[in-house]
């Protein structure tokens, strides 16, 4: 058990001891190699396979809003997950008061997917060190560097660290260089359109309508997704170039102003789907127009929701 | 009969084959693997990997989206003709094969047969590639498979080094062999020895003595409350597993087509009905339902689980639940005895 | 559309036409090869009405409603106006042209303008040519896994 894991162990534990929480949400052991599990503690006694590590990639903001509002809440976040609880509750899903935040300086969560990529999808066993990964296979051992197999959003994270948790064990990550992030929109903006139109078909045409993007981000939490409406029909359920377009685009759209760019869609899919290039293009779009960057605080409204008659002088052409 | 198919000779047979088949094999694509047309090129095939592919191929005798009627705004009506070219599948394992033959049972039964999956199936030959070094996430001996296991395959061939065995099973796979150099009773011998070592090698995953009575007897039980909590009804395992037949018909009124689409029990909508009930409320009935319907409710229907444990679900949940830890835990639930 | 015509969807809320004259040509002498699609107010436009839009061959999609100063329901439009720019900022990301959506803000003494800015934009629409992206809803152009 690393430094990081025992703290994080010991704090649960008091704070279900002292029944400051209903429920503790961190990670277990994984049972299929490279996925430790969200876990969902309610005594002290269950944390005997408690996990919290680099391979650890669901965003769990995801599972605030499957509680009833008066469910006091704790969780280990990251800086991306205390954005997205942030956003949250300013979206009035969950009461801060009934939240605490155990916060976590993010060195970043490693792309399952790399790994499989480059040592097959047969995983014996992986070791994490603050200078490397061991991965082993049947076959073969293989030797990664931390930054080998960050995800793409963690490579570009510009907000490593927590915002506003209760309580932060670790020390602080320095931020990535900002004008990092702005890489990958910058390259794909840099293509010719119709190279970009082919590059997102390409992408989407894998999809195979799972879902498991839309139901891995913490925003999507709607009762029923527009992909569910018959009247009016806004996309075809099949998997045609249309149905899957749609679904990509107005996914992405919907969660302009809501997007921390965690990454968890990309890594949720089974068929290696980009999708974090469209996000970031809104997320960027945010930023430069209305100097917003989501989750920052736990109150200020996104900018769909902010408009004020202030706006008569944008958008003049 | 058994028959030699040196590499060196993959893609002159393949070639052959094209001639009177649409060859079907796994092939690079994206980061991993898939069955697509073979188009000559023997470098992208992909009979190496200790792996599946993701997508599975249910998808090429039931397709995510079919086609199933056409219609004008004057009430005119067509079907597409039923798709009988000739298909040969190249290289699918023996979970998969096996799972066509499960699937038969829902699609060409006595009652009722589906004529889109019968016309493909009747068209299709399969060479099923047994996993000579099964791998750790797959768990087919456990669900009454076996890597090697014959059940739908036409020829079942194993790799042996710089060549692969083909051992025909069926008429069509007698065929298919002609030409090819026979097989040594040395290499027989060999082959033989090979499969029983890659099934005995492979532990058991959950014990299926007594399980279904173990689920039925727990259906109310709390287990399903705290099993589903991590799972987020996505359509990920559903869609990737080869015996998973559910379907939701559409119509498309912007095609003025009618379609089929697979369709998934995780999802919330899957049983909502028009007045707005939904049985399956909540995320508990719903994993609850995937466990019960694959390892109790099959059994009921033709008396075999319905799971060939080729463990995609197993590597690709994007929360990392294991069917076979959750049933390993579900196989400790009581079974009450109740006294009358 | 045709060599010559591109085809145009105008969303336009149904309180920015002051003029009878401009409201009757939108409603009954529209050139054929421009669709309207007339809503409550400009916030009522969901991105997806335009996407499908699109997606039906549209070759340009205009955009009319009130000036932020007069909507008729006070900030319909203001919203809209957030909310549709960074849409067609979206699909300017993917390839569909951002220069193939247009918004046009009207006020009340702008009599005459709508007439005007569909001949503009048909017109830079010519000289663009057909789209070509995203055109999947469009009978024969739908392509896919299974077409």
Redesign the interface.
Known sequence: MTDLETKLKAEAKRLLDEHLVDVFIGFRK???????????FTQSDQLDDFVYNNLCQ?NLA??LTRYPRETRIGMIVRGCENRSVNHLIVERQHPRENIVLIGVPCTGIYDW?KI??RC???I?SVEITSEKILVTT?KSKFEFEPKELLHVSCARCSQPNPINADLVIGDPVEAKDPARAKRQVET??GMA??????W?THEA??C?????C???CPMCYCA?C?V?HGAP??T???????????WH??R??HQ?GRCVDCGACE??C???IRMTY?TE??NT??EIEYQFVCGMDDKTQP???A???D??T??VA | MNYILTRNDIPKVLEKWSEAYQVIAPQKY???SAFLPYEGKAEQLCLE???NT??PPKALFLP??EELLKYTKDGQASEPGLDTKPKLIFGMHACDTRAMTLLDTVFDAKDYQDPFWKARREATAIITLGCD?P???CFCTTVEGSPFNRQGADIIMTNIGEAFHLEALTPKGEKLCKGLPLATKAKDRKVAKLQEQATISMPKAFETEGLKATLDANFDNNYWEEVQ??C?????CT??CPTCFCF?I?D????SKR?R?WD?CM?S?YSKEASGHNPRPSRKERTRQRLMHKYSYWVDQIGKIGCTGCGRC?????????I??MLREAGTLPVEVTHA | MSAQEPNIVLFQCQWCLYAKTDQDWVENALPENMHLVKTSCTGRIN??FV??AI?GGADGVMISGC???VCHFK?GN??A???L???Q?????????RSRIR?V?MDLQDTGRIQKELAVFEKDLTEMGMSG??V??KPGF??????
């Open positions: 994984e049972n299929a190699p490279l996925h430790p599990q969200p876990a969902f669901n995801k599972f997917r499989t990529q097959g999808e047969e014996s049947p794909f903006s359109s119709k190279a970009r139109y082919e997102f045409e894998r195979i309508r799972c879902y498991a839309r139901e891995a029923e527009f569910d029909r806004w075809e359920s099949m998997v045609s170039k249309a149905g899957m377009q749609t685009i107005i992405a759209f302009t890594r949720a089974p068929m290696d469209l293009k809104l779009d945010m900018p769909f929701a408009f004020t008659m706006d008569k944008r958008f | 994206s980061n991993f990997y200790p792996h993701r997508y995510q989206s070094e791998c750790k996430t909590r991590s987020l009804g996505c359509g990920v869609f990737l939701d559409a498309e009124a912007a095609r379609y689409n998934t999802f909508v197993v590597r690709y949940c994007p929360v990392g639940l294991d076979r830890a | 991105p997806l996407l499908n997606q000036k932020p100063e900030e203001l919203g106006r957030r909310q720019t960074a849409f900022s979206l699909l300017n990301h993917i390839g569909y042209d918004f803000w992206v995203l999947t809803r739908e392509g896919g896994m299974h077409d």
